[in-house]
């Protein structure tokens, strides 16, 4: 049994922790999920203000119902240690989870866990604290299956492809770009990977960013790509990117409606002795309904 929160990701959004114009414009936006960024949108000699900067806009801005998240500096800097520190000592109630970077094995993320178990105890937090996690690192993809199955906490994977290309050495244009005349899909594999590894562990799996966001168009592909495979969101770098993952990673109202009709349908069948039927054209048996849950399960957690 999975007793992780269930939250909604179907877009993250990335906001640079060193920008109180931003932080605040974010705070109005809707979208699922909003993480303040103290890794590569802050400049190393704005680290350590920034800190002070994001616990301000926790405890001021009214965040409205989003989940709130603050992305850290990978365990390999010296930076890690003090964000974890000052974060949680600042608005640990305020945030549900925190976003390590770079992870290359279980270990990365134990160690965040055991800072915020020690953390939760010595200042009496009410809530507990998750972990996301980018995988972004060729390391990262050769142990995805060890990090996935790393700690309770841990309530999601993304796969970073900016970082990640360059960790591969590969030759793109652009941050997570298509990889030009590379036949078919340059992502392919590690998305297919991450994905398997979060599923089997009852973690979501999301898509890192499309830097180039003047090209709403190929944006919208590369969520539908990674939706078709089973991923729950994508990263918005840009507030322009929000409302098309959002809405691609929406099951449509007409889906909605079909998966419910043949779910009761089959409920009703399966009284009479019936294992598989006819729904409006379509074959309906076990199999089916378990597909269809997982559309009515998305629908639920939206509200629709
Ligand atoms: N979060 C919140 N607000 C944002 C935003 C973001 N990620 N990106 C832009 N905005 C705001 C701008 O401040 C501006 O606000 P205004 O209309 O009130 O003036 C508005 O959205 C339009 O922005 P625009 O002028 O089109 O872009 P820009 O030149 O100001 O910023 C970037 C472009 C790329 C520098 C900016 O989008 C950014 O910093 N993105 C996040 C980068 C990041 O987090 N990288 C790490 C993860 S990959
Ligand atoms: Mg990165």
Not at 202 to 224: I, K, Q, S
Not at 292 to 302: E, F, G, H, R, T
Request: proline share 4%.
């Amino acid at each position: 049994m999975n007793s992780r929160p269930k939250r909604l990701r179907r877009c993250q959004l990335s906001v640079p922790g060193s920008s109180e114009k931003m932080m605040a414009k974010a705070s109005q936006l809707e979208v699922d999920h909003v993480f303040l960024d103290l890794e590569d949108a802050v400049a190393p000699n704005a680290k350590a203000e920034a800190r002070g900067m994001i616990v301000k806009a926790l405890n001021t801005h009214d965040w409205k119902p989003k989940t709130l998240c603050v992305r850290i500096n990978d365990v390999e800097t010296h930076y890690c240690h003090d964000d974890i520190i000052e974060i949680v000592t600042g608005a640990g109630e305020k945030i549900d989870t925190i976003m390590l970077t770079k992870a290359k094995s279980a270990h990365d993320v134990k160690f965040l866990d055991l800072m915020l178990s020690q953390l939760e105890e010595k200042l009496n937090l009410k809530n507990r604290i998750g972990i996301e996690c980018l995988i972004e690192e060729v390391e990262g993809i050769m142990n995805v299956e060890e990090i996935a199955a790393s700690s309770d906490r841990l309530e999601c994977l993304i796969f970073g492809m900016g970082d990640y290309s360059a960790s591969q050495q590969m030759n793109l244009s652009s941050v997570g770009g298509d990889g030009g005349s590379y036949p078919p899909d340059i992502w392919h594999y590690p998305r297919y990977k991450m994905t398997i590894a979060c599923r089997a562990n009852g973690l979501d799996p999301v898509d890192g960013p499309y830097a180039n966001f003047r090209n709403p168009d190929a944006h919208r592909t590369e969520c539908e790509r990674s939706n078709v495979l089973g991923m729950v969101g994508k990263w918005a770098i840009h507030p322009s990117q929000v409302e098309i993952a959002q809405e691609v990673f929406s099951p449509a109202a007409k889906a909605v409606e079909s998966a419910r009709k043949a779910k009761a349908a089959y409920a009703e069948a399966i009284q009479q002795g019936l294992g598989a039927i006819n729904v409006d054209g379509i074959m309906v048996d076990a199999a089916s309904v378990r597909i269809l849950q997982n559309i009515i399960d998305k629908a639920d957690l939206i509200g629709m």
